[in-house]
């Protein structure tokens, strides 16, 4: 059994939630619940009041690549 970490996804004003399957440095890879498209600007909450700013890279199904803006610590 696999447990993902639950986060919060913005974009522009609207809030989701979404699992964080694979994340590393640059990136991350992330299970969604609504319709993302290449392209769009978003920011990922791992923790509360700790945004996170990236560009969606692909879209496939329910999942979606994002690439983060500068590099984080993970």
Request: net charge positive; charged share 25%.
């Amino acid at each position: 059994m696999t447990l993902y970490r639950v986060g919060s996804l913005s974009i522009g004003e609207r809030r989701e939630l979404c699992l964080i399957k694979n994340i590393s440095a640059g990136g991350m890879m992330v299970r969604v619940y609504c319709t993302i498209a290449e392209q769009t600007r978003v920011q990922v909450e791992l923790k509360c009041g700790h945004p996170i700013a990236g560009t969606v890279t692909w879209a496939r199904d329910v999942h979606v690549g994002i690439r983060f803006d500068d590099p984080i610590d993970v």
